[in-house]
Nanobody, 118 residues
């Protein structure tokens, strides 16, 4: 089974920074895209950032200019550098991959908690 393991979450004050990482293993198909989603308490899961196999990154408007997504193909790992964190960024962050022919398959990590609070 494909495995995605996130790390790097924690408690940070507003304006602080965190970097999340997600290591993907046991995937035997091409990965079309890797991304980060988040879910705040009582809210729907929403996309934060996605990076394609070609290295093109897209961000939600709420994080543009503050977050940077990157991937290391050699390590099969995707990162999310989060700067100038705001309380509204508080959520469980989930790593996601779309893989297989046409990217039809979804893989999800277990989630890592990010809490932005004074």
């Amino acid at each position: 089974q494909v495995q995605l393991v996130e790390s790097g979450g924690g408690l940070v004050q507003p304006g602080g920074s965190l970097i999340l990482s997600c290591a993907v293993s046991r995937v035997r198909f091409n990965i079309n895209a890797m991304g980060w989603y988040r879910q705040a308490p009582g809210s729907q899961r929403e996309v934060v950032a996605v990076i394609t196999s070609g290295g093109t990154a897209n961000y939600s408007d709420s994080v543009k200019g503050r977050f940077t997504i990157s991937r290391d193909n050699a390590k099969n790992t995707v990162y999310l550098q989060m700067n100038n964190l705001k309380p509204e960024d508080t959520a469980v962050y989930y790593c996601n991959i779309k893989y297989g022919f046409g990217g039809q398959l979804d893989g999800w990590g277990q989630g890592t908690q990010v809490t932005v609070s004074s």
